[in-house]
């Protein structure tokens, strides 16, 4: 069976318009039919695109689901696809997404890791020693790397940078939201993407992290 991208049912506002052309430009890209989900024919999503409003969607769609938030509007500025990947955890079906899309648009990918400090740290009658918070980021950048190593190899034409931020998940995506044409984070959403649909001001696709 054909895969397809998937429009939800959208109304003529302006968020609404800017879903419609951002799953066209979608479909354009990946050469697939755009589908609304009243077509009778059977079909499988390679992609499900709707508003931030159908944020249900997360909860009922099994494949990849972008969100296109109110007051979206392209930008020259938005070039990079950003993914939040937990390089602890990496799993295969958000970074195959996030590497495809990249690959699709001819886009750089901004492949970030948010860590926190240790408990140990808390207990330091001082404060954090530099030197340990920079082995402590130091091990981070490694983990990240390993964890995209295998992506990088199988997507030799996606420039990647890595970045990785001693902030919360939510604000290490948000670091980069005046770049991104696309936010790629898993599933199941929670309070990330809660925040990235209301914060970002740009489409975030939540993929569910089964197969990694």
């Keep these: 069976m054909e895969p397809v991208v998937v429009l939800t049912r959208t109304d003529t506002s302006e968020t609404g318009r800017a879903a419609?052309?951002?799953?066209?430009?979608?479909?354009?890209l990946r050469a697939l039919p755009l589908r609304a989900p009243d077509a009778p024919e059977?079909?499988?999503?390679?992609?499900?695109?709707?508003?931030?409003r159908a944020v249900t969607l997360l909860d009922t769609v099994p494949g990849p689901v972008v969100l296109v938030p109110d007051g979206y509007a392209d930008s020259r500025r938005r070039t990079d696809v950003v993914l939040g990947v937990d390089a602890r955890e990496p799993s295969d079906a958000v970074l195959g997404f996030a590497?495809?899309?990249?690959?699709?648009r001819g886009a750089r990918l901004r492949a970030v890791h948010a860590w926190a400090l240790p408990p140990e740290a808390a207990a330091l009658p001082f404060g954090v020693p530099e030197e340990d918070r920079a082995g402590w980021e130091d091990h981070e950048v490694q983990v990240l790397f390993h964890a995209l190593r295998p992506w990088r190899a199988?997507?030799?034409?996606v420039p990647v940078f890595e970045d990785v931020l001693l902030f919360t998940p939510a604000e290490a995506l948000l670091h980069h939201r005046s770049r991104a044409a696309l936010i790629v984070v898993g599933g199941p959403p929670g309070?990330?993407?809660?925040?990235?649909?209301?914060?970002?001001?740009?489409?975030?696709a939540v993929v569910p992290a089964y197969g990694g």
Aim: with cysteine; hydrophobic share 45%.
């Design 20 to 28: 419609a052309r951002w799953a066209e430009q979608e479909a354009a």
């Design 42 to 52: 059977a079909c499988v999503a390679a992609v499900t695109v709707g508003e931030t």
């Design 99 to 104: 590497f495809g899309s990249a690959r699709l």
């Design 154 to 157: 199988k997507y030799p034409e």
């Design 191 to 204: 309070v990330v993407v809660r925040t990235l649909l209301r914060e970002s001001g740009c489409p975030v």
